[in-house]
């Protein structure tokens, strides 16, 4: 079992930046699939980025394409989310997620460990 803990949401005008941690204890993180999602009040939660275990082939939804930047370091047991041009409509908890299945999906269904979130709030 893995615990996650995420760091370094806060508030931001938009057009402004923010960059997510999301740190693992007692695991190594290399031996996980990773990915961030998002849960905006009364919404459903919501991918938002996702990196293989090497720190290959990262994807992105669309919404976020262009702006948001997923990457790790495994020395460091990290994850991260770089956030640039944020939106008002990018407003949410955001969480980090792992998975060991050897799957990487959009799907928070395949992602097994979670953090407790981070709240970003982004003001108009």
């Known amino acids: 079992q893995v615990r996650l803990v995420e760091s370094g949401g806060g508030l931001v005008q938009a057009g402004g930046s923010l960059r997510l941690s999301c740190t693992a204890s007692e695991r190594s993180l290399s031996n996980y699939n990773m990915a961030w999602f998002r849960q905006a009040p009364g919404k459903e939660r919501e991918f938002v980025a996702a990196?293989?275990?090497?720190?290959?082939?990262?994807y992105y939804a669309e919404a976020v394409l262009g702006r948001f930047t997923i990457s790790r370091d495994n020395g460091e047991n990290t994850l991260y989310l770089q956030m640039n041009n944020l939106k008002p409509e990018d407003t949410a908890v955001y969480y980090c997620?792992?998975?060991?299945?050897?799957?990487?999906?959009?799907?928070?269904?395949?992602?097994?460990?979670w953090g407790q979130g981070t709240q970003v709030t982004v003001s108009s």
């Open positions: 990196i293989r275990r090497l720190g290959g082939s990262p």
């Open positions: 997620a792992a998975t060991a299945r050897g799957v990487s999906s959009r799907s928070r269904y395949a992602y097994d460990y």
